[in-house]
């Protein structure tokens, strides 16, 4: 039904920045919600960052500032800007896709992992 691919995880130094991207293909619907959540070892997996198809954002407090995440809806993907990046943001992220259709279910992509460490 639908396929989320994202990109742009890697290993940074405290302070460093990364890109994540995600695109998502298939039945997306033109109303919808893409975003990111991540999890860490032994943490509950977070809502960090998400973008409705009108635009309106939401960021976790822990993020606010330094974290930005945008969208390009022809092309059907989302961008977090990530940048003075800590330690505390290691973590796997995985992109999701809420549609609005069936209440509380995601799509999600494969997660890429993000290091943050000197």
């Known amino acids: 039904q639908v396929q989320l691919v994202e990109s742009g995880g890697g290993l940074v130094q405290p302070g460093g920045s990364l890109r994540l991207s995600c695109t998502a293909s298939g039945s997306i619907f033109r109303i919808n919600r893409m975003g990111w959540y991540r999890q860490a070892p032994g943490k509950e997996r977070e809502l960090v960052a998400a973008i409705t198809s009108g635009g309106t954002t939401t960021y976790a407090d822990s993020v606010k500032g330094r974290f930005t995440i945008s969208r390009d809806n022809a092309k059907n993907t989302v961008y977090l800007q990530m940048n003075s990046l800590e330690p505390e943001d290691t973590a796997v992220y995985y992109c999701?896709?809420?549609?609005?259709?069936?209440?509380?279910?995601?799509?999600w992509g494969q997660g890429t992992q993000v290091t943050v460490s000197s």
């Open positions: 999701y896709l809420d549609r609005y259709i069936s209440s509380g279910y995601n799509y």
